[in-house]
């Protein structure tokens, strides 16, 4: 019996699973973050990676600090998605007063939309990169 072909497929979706930074792959939506309190799970994890295979953990630690999805939500300003789309109405327009209460009920602070302005429509890609699906 050969176990060959067996031991490079292991070999190979071991080493990809490692190059994919385990915070970028866990928490997508951490991506963004500039600091804050390291994820120790994330840490862990990444440094098991870094045990068994010296370049592939270096690599995820470097993704995970890079991309910023190593390190925990702050949660004093955090908002599901699902609850910002409660200001959205059914033409994608967002209404202000809608948004600034659910700020105000949420996060305890007041920011004045009055003068906001809309500087240009989100594109497409923007769009999916905030996981969003565009609006007809």
């Not at 908002?79 to 200001?87: F, K, S, T, V």
């Amino acid at each position: 019996m050969n176990l060959k072909p067996l031991a490079s497929i292991i070999l190979t979706a071991t080493l990809t699973s490692q190059l994919a930074a385990c915070g970028t792959v866990f928490y997508p939506e951490r991506r963004g973050q500039i600091s804050g309190e390291i994820d120790s799970g994330v840490a862990i994890l990444n440094g098991i990676g870094l045990l068994f295979y010296i370049i592939p953990g270096l690599i995820a630690f470097a993704v995970d600090f890079a991309t910023g999805a190593i390190y925990l939500p702050d949660a004093r300003y955090s908002l599901a998605p699902e609850r910002l789309n409660q200001a959205v109405d059914e033409h994608g327009q967002v209404d202000a007063q809608k948004l600034q209460a659910i700020l105000y009920q949420d996060l305890g602070i007041e920011l004045p939309l009055e003068q906001a302005q809309r500087l240009s429509a989100p594109s497409t890609q923007q769009l999916a990169l905030l996981g969003l699906p565009p609006r007809a």
